[in-house]
């Protein structure tokens, strides 16, 4: 039996690599069958990253990457929940070879359908509730803003890896009994509004082949946010935004999500959208108020008694040193889950060992920094660098006077305004006068670039 299921998975795997060599002119790379094959065995992603030397968020940029490739290929949207069915629509258009049983076939795309979703919730690429650290205060805070605030429009706002995706996953499990339809959506592939609005319209409606007349699927969709208690979990909202330019500007095709934000934001019903991100919307940063439906929260990192509780559950040694790490890390969940791992497999969990080497360790953080950094304007990049060189924070006054004397005082506001936004600089008030830094893992990173 294992070797008919091993055979199956094989030529699904075939059929996979050969579809991504006709959209990419090369066959599957062995990390993306490790992706691949763990999604096949109903594996969530922060499983496979377990399984593997990968972080969460690596292997979801994999799964997403790959998701696009074959929607391309097959011409419809393709994801992690979704994807079997698709490939087997697929399949079932090939000419089937005479020796393949096509009912046998059928099974393998589907295996008695192991994820079945309630009707009435999707939970689309989420991850199942993990271990969780501390967040009590926050969480209480936003189940105050969702449920007795009855708040519309909640965006969860924090540089990348500091926990936005499992506080908003842990809320929204905490709170589905209050909500007649829970729906959670990433925005990492960007995908067109109008495909989006259809989705969310077909979920609400039970009808997965309705027709929705164009210029009309906005207005439909918000009768179902009125006539029922919708929660909408929107995750990776940066993704829809422009890179090398100011934060929170729409990218070329998805200016409407912005008007679909001000209209959840602003018009009457009793449904809530819940929004992750690396940077603040524009438009929601201006129509944040207390006298409207729309909050935002920008995450900090953890306490330490949580910090702690990362070490702890790594079994770390010499407990008595542990502060002189967690304290650069300021909370990072992140950061501090890789400096864990890497005392465990490296040091034999022993802190002392590590500490006589290294305060800072980053490993896979660079990669999503990079993400991050990549995103930035050009005088967002030269502002960073000077922050990093400097080593201490600077007034406005001074950057400017290191960067451009001769720069207008708005012309250095503007980016430093799009950092804050992008949760990558801190503000320290002394005397009476603020100063700007970075975060010590940014600080870091923002280092080793300027030396590279």
Same mark, same amino acid.
């Given at each position: 039996m294992k070797l008919e299921t091993q055979l199956r998975y094989e030529e699904v795997l075939q059929i996979v690599d050969d579809l991504v060599f006709a959209q990419t002119d090369s066959y599957l790379q062995d990390i993306q069958k490790l992706v691949f094959q763990g999604t096949w065995e109903n594996q969530k992603y922060f499983k496979i990253a377990q399984n593997s030397i990968l972080t969460e968020g690596h292997v979801k940029d994999i799964g997403s990457e790959l998701w696009a490739i074959l929607s391309r290929a097959l011409g419809e949207k393709v994801s992690k929940t979704n994807f079997r069915a698709a490939l087997d629509r697929y399949q079932a258009r090939l000419p089937p070879p005479n020796q393949i049983d096509r009912s046998a076939q059928s099974i393998a795309l589907n295996p008695n359908n192991l994820e079945i979703a309630c009707s009435d919730?999707?939970?689309g690429e989420a991850n199942d509730p993990v271990t969780f650290y501390g967040r009590t205060t926050e969480l209480a805070t936003l189940e105050q803003w969702v449920l007795q605030e009855q708040c519309q429009l909640v965006s969860i706002l924090g540089m990348g890896g500091?926990?936005?995706?499992s506080l908003c996953l842990r809320l929204a499990h905490q709170i589905q009994d209050k909500f007649d339809y829970i729906v959670w959506r990433s925005l990492r592939n960007a995908p067109p509004f109008q495909e989006f609005v259809v989705d969310l319209i077909r979920f609400f409606s039970h009808q997965p082949n309705i027709q929705v007349p164009a210029g009309n699927e906005l207005a439909q969709l918000m009768k179902y946010l009125r006539s029922n208690r919708c929660l909408i979990v929107l995750e990776d909202v940066q993704f829809i935004m422009n890179s090398g330019e100011l934060a929170g500007n729409y990218q070329s095709g998805c200016s409407s999500y912005g008007d679909f934000f001000k209209w959840v934001g602003e018009s009457k019903h009793q449904s809530c959208l819940l929004l992750t991100s690396w940077e603040k919307p524009t438009g929601i940063a201006i129509s944040q108020s207390k006298t409207k439906p729309?909050? *935002?929260?920008?995450?900090?990192?953890?306490?330490? @008694?949580a910090s702690r509780e990362i070490f702890q559950e790594a079994g770390l040694e010499d407990e008595e040193m542990w502060g002189k790490i967690l304290k650069p890390y300021k909370g990072h969940p992140?950061? *501090?889950?890789i400096v864990a791992m890497m005392i465990q497999d490296l040091f034999g969990a022993r802190v002392s060992e590590f500490l006589t080497n290294y305060t800072l360790f980053l490993g896979d953080l660079e990669y999503l920094?990079?993400?991050?950094?990549?995103?930035?304007?050009?005088? @967002?990049? @030269?502002?960073?660098?000077?922050?990093?060189?400097?080593k201490t924070p600077l007034s406005v006054a001074k950057l400017r006077e290191i960067i451009n004397s001769q720069a207008s005082i708005e012309t250095l506001l503007k980016?430093?305004?799009?950092? @804050?936004r992008r949760s990558l600089i801190e503000k320290n008030n002394e005397n009476g006068e603020t100063l700007f830094t970075l975060q010590p893992v940014v600080m870091k990173y923002a280092s080793q670039r300027i030396l590279l």
């Open positions: 919730q999707d939970w500091i926990g936005k995706t729309i909050r *935002i929260l920008n995450l900090q990192g953890l306490d330490l @008694e992140l950061a *501090i889950k920094l990079c993400q991050q950094f990549s995103r930035l304007s050009k005088l @967002e990049h @030269e502002i960073i660098g000077k922050l990093a060189q400097e980016p430093l305004l799009s950092l @804050e």
